[in-house]
C-alpha cells in the first residue's frame, strides 16, 4: 500500500473512531488520583488548577495586546468542542465578551456536537466552526491566541501547520498547547520500556487486561498505535519543530512510564481507593520523577506557552529544558 493509500485508511478510521466518541478525554478513575496527587501541585506554582486554566489566562493576556476590540481565537483540531465551549464561558465570566474561537476539525459529526453545545451553553455567538483537514489548513486573517488541546499528535504536517501558526499569530500572540510528545504511535523508547516492563512483573493477572484493544497482555506489548489512525503519527517530531519554530514563555513536562498504568489502556484496572493500587502508582511515579530530572527517560506530556519573538523571562517547570526534554530518535 502507498503513503497515500495509506493516509486515506487512516484517515477513515480517524473519523469512524471519533464520530462515535462523545467523550474524548474521558479517563479513568486511577489518571484522576495521580493528577490530583502529582500534576496539579506541579502546575499550581503557575496559578494553574485546570489544563483550562493554561489557555484562559493566557488568551486573556494576548487579548489585552491586540489591537482590535473583538480578538479572533482559533483551536487547532478542536474536536468535540467541550473544551473551547467551557473556554468561552470562562473568558466571558472573566469580562472579555467580544470575541471568537474558531473551531477547527475535520470530523463533521464532531463540530455539529460542538455547535449544539454552544448553543445550550449560550456561547453560540462566540464560536465558529471549520470543518478541513488541518494538514491542508491555510490561515486567512490574525489570531490572538492559537490553541491546540491534545490535537498536535494527530498532525502529519507539523511543519505546514507551525508555519501557518507563525504567519497568523499576532505579534503579541500567544501559542498554548496542552499535548504529547512522546515516542511516535505512544510507543515507549527502549530505556522506558525496560522501565515499564519491570513494573509490569509486579501487577497481578487481573490488572493486564488492555480495556482499548480488548486483549489480555503477558507480558505488555509496545503497540505503535499511528499504524491504524493518526494517534500519535509525529509524536516525536513535536517536541523539537517547536524548538525550532517558536520561543517558550512557559514550559511543564512530564509524566511517561506512568502513563500505561493511568490512561485508558489499562487504567481501568486500577482503584483510585485501594491501597495497593495507589501504593503502585504512587512507586511508578516516584520513578517516573526521578528519570525524567536525571535524563534517564524523556518526558511524554507538555503543557506550553510559547511566542513567535523571543521571550526575556522564560519558566521551565523544574528546570526541565524544552532542549532538555528531546530524545534523540538515534540512540
Not at 479517563?27 to 490530583?36: A, E, G, R, V
Not at 498532525?155 to 510528545?181: A, H, R, W, Y
Not at 534517564?296 to 526534554?325: F, Q, W
Request: hydrophobic share 35%.
Amino acid at each position: 500500500m502507498d503513503s497515500a493509500s495509506s493516509n486515506e485508511q487512516r484517515r477513515i478510521k480517524e473519523l469512524e473512531h471519533f464520530d462515535k466518541n462523545v467523550n474524548v478525554h474521558d479517563l479513568p478513575d486511577i489518571f484522576h488520583y495521580w493528577s490530583n496527587k502529582y500534576l496539579r501541585p506541579i502546575l499550581k506554582e503557575y496559578g494553574i488548577d485546570h489544563p483550562d486554566d493554561l489557555f484562559v489566562e493566557h488568551m486573556l493576556a494576548s487579548a489585552a495586546l491586540c489591537e482590535t476590540k473583538r480578538p479572533v481565537f482559533i483551536s487547532i483540531g478542536s474536536g468535540n468542542c467541550d473544551t473551547e465551549v467551557r473556554l468561552a464561558k470562562r473568558l466571558k465570566q472573566r469580562g472579555l465578551q467580544q470575541f471568537c474561537i474558531e473551531c477547527l476539525d475535520l470530523n463533521p459529526t464532531m463540530l455539529q456536537r460542538g455547535r449544539d453545545l454552544a448553543v445550550a451553553e449560550n456561547v453560540i455567538e462566540n464560536l465558529s466552526f471549520i470543518e478541513q483537514d488541518f494538514n491542508e489548513w491555510k490561515a486567512d486573517k490574525q489570531y490572538a491566541s492559537v490553541i491546540a488541546n491534545q490535537s498536535l499528535h494527530h498532525i502529519q504536517n507539523l511543519e505546514g501547520v507551525f508555519s501557518e501558526i507563525k504567519v497568523s499569530l499576532n505579534e503579541n500572540g500567544s501559542f498554548i498547547i496542552n499535548d504529547m510528545i512522546g515516542r511516535n504511535g505512544h510507543q515507549r523508547w527502549p530505556e522506558a520500556l525496560s522501565a515499564v516492563h519491570e513494573a509490569w512483573q509486579e501487577l497481578p493477572r487481573r490488572y493486564r487486561y488492555n480495556h482499548q484493544l480488548h486483549r489480555y497482555e503477558e507480558i505488555y506489548e509496545n503497540w505503535d498505535c499511528s499504524t491504524e489512525g493518526f494517534e500519535g503519527i509525529r509524536a516525536q517530531d513535536i517536541l523539537p519543530l517547536l524548538i525550532q519554530n517558536f520561543h517558550f514563555q512557559l514550559f511543564i513536562a512530564f509524566s511517561n512510564v506512568v502513563d500505561v498504568f493511568i490512561d485508558r489502556g489499562f487504567g481501568h484496572n486500577f482503584d483510585e481507593n485501594d491501597a495497593w493500587d495507589m501504593a503502585f502508582i504512587d512507586r511508578v511515579h516516584q520513578l517516573d520523577e526521578e528519570s525524567i530530572q536525571s535524563g534517564i527517560i524523556k518526558p511524554t506530556h507538555i503543557m506550553a506557552v510559547m511566542k513567535k519573538t523571543p521571550v526575556k523571562n522564560s519558566d521551565y517547570s523544574r528546570g526541565l529544558t524544552p532542549e532538555s526534554c528531546v530524545r534523540d530518535p538515534i540512540t
